[in-house]
């Protein structure tokens, strides 16, 4: 994957803008798309699907629902024979052929929210094999198979991997692990942006400092997931140490890095030419979670008032994926998602497809419930629900090459 693209640009060519890893820059949109039964949301699925279908689906695990069963099957139903998920296919029935280009990021989120759900264990293994099998030389993933490897995809795929009890440091290429990969996107303390991450090196070789790359590569380096709870405080609270920092430092280093970047507004800006005083709300929502997950609290609360008092209407214009981001944010710093601002974030995003179930706990098991209120029920059925789900959802309206 060559093409890094923000959430601003998605936002002004028409696509999704709400932590979708979406299509090419270069290609040409396809031919309006109709909205298939069981998928979340009501806009063109083409390059953000199976994206937004797996968010929905996680988010509404960790709130204590039962999804769908034509949700599930919708998801499942876009899985290729080879075992990977390309961001949509219109035509599921039909095999996959030269023209569908499947991807790591579809891949790897398809089997967290499948994962979270349970049952599909069959669909699940086959996506790991085929994500496994297209591992790059250097320990990492790009965004399609042979892609050089980026700092987002390689993420996405720790929390596949972590999502199915798999130690990333285990799943190697010519004996390197996606944890020798990370460290090679870290810009050193004692550079401009020193502590984030980039996506991947420019064409000049150049690491350059990415909000994006940097959320999504705290949770990659912690081998954490899509749900966070606050993690311990770093010892140190800026940019620390010099060579090549080992997996807790590079967490510890971008984590200073994003509070820096959010301790006077309490957002991040757009990255688009002549929209940078424009507010980043997924980047923002990504950024709550991943300074939670690395025991900065203080500024992930702050970041996540930001939202709750500007973010709706983003939300409500990006739909399902949105929804899911703030929800997710809602749990890290353990905030109430049924009261954003006076907005039910639950109820907003149930109501963007098949209605799920809520799932009551009584003593050591479950039980369903026709209960659909959303009224701000928060916690886990299951200890080991959370903790498997896996990393991989910052990947804030990232456009792709697919080829």
């Not at 980026?150 to 944890?179: C, Q, W």
């Not at 010099?242 to 991040?268: E, K």
């Not at 981001?325 to 998602?337: D, E, M, R, T």
């Not at 959802?393 to 090459?401: A, E």
Request: aromatic share 6%; proline share 6%; net charge neutral.
């Amino acid at each position: 994957m060559n093409v890094r693209r923000s959430a601003a640009v998605l936002a002004a060519v028409g696509v999704l803008a709400a932590a979708a890893p979406a299509t090419a820059a270069g290609g040409s949109p396809s031919p309006k798309v109709t909205v298939p039964p069981g998928l979340y949301g009501k806009s063109d699925p083409t390059y953000d699907g199976v994206w937004r279908q797996s968010l929905t689906l996680i988010a509404q695990r960790t709130l204590g629902y039962r999804p769908a069963t034509e949700a599930v099957d919708w998801l499942t139903g876009q899985q290729c024979e080879n075992g990977a998920f390309a961001a949509f296919r219109a035509a599921p029935a039909e095999a996959c052929d030269a023209k569908v280009l499947p991807d790591t990021n579809s891949t790897a989120a398809a089997v967290q929210a499948l994962q979270a759900v349970g049952g599909r264990g069959v669909v699940v293994g086959k996506a790991v094999a085929w994500l496994k099998s297209v591992q790059n030389k250097d320990g990492g993933w790009g965004y399609n198979a042979g892609g050089p490897s980026d700092t987002n995809s390689t993420s996405v795929v720790i929390g596949a991997l972590t999502a199915v009890g798999t130690d990333p440091a285990d799943v190697e290429k010519s004996g390197r692990s996606p944890y020798d990969a990370l460290p090679g996107w870290v810009i050193p303390c004692d550079q401009d942006g020193g502590g984030a991450l980039a996506f991947q090196p420019d064409k000049k070789g150049r690491l350059l400092a990415n909000a994006d790359a940097t959320a999504a590569g705290v949770l990659g380096a912690l081998g954490k997931g899509f749900v966070v709870t606050a993690g311990k405080a770093p010892a140190k609270t800026g940019c620390t140490g010099a060579g090549r920092p080992a997996p807790a430092q590079v967490a510890d280093n971008a984590g200073a890095y994003l509070a820096s970047a959010v301790a006077r507004t309490g957002h991040l800006k757009s990255a688009l030419a002549g929209a940078e005083d424009q507010p980043d709300f997924g980047n923002t929502a990504d950024t709550v979670v991943a300074l939670a997950a690395d025991g900065r609290t203080g500024q992930a609360k702050k970041a996540y008032a930001w939202l709750e008092k500007n973010a709706t209407q983003w939300a409500a214009q990006n739909g399902p994926a949105a929804y899911a981001q703030l929800i997710l944010a809602a749990h890290a710093v353990g905030a109430q998602p049924g009261d954003f601002g006076g907005t039910s974030l639950v109820d907003a995003l149930n109501a963007q497809g098949p209605a799920p179930r809520m799932e009551k706990a009584t003593g050591a098991e479950t039980q369903t419930s026709d209960d659909d209120s959303g009224t701000g029920v928060w916690w886990i059925v299951g200890v080991g629900l959370v903790a498997g789900i896996g990393v991989g959802f910052l990947l804030s309206g990232r456009k792709k090459r697919q080829r």
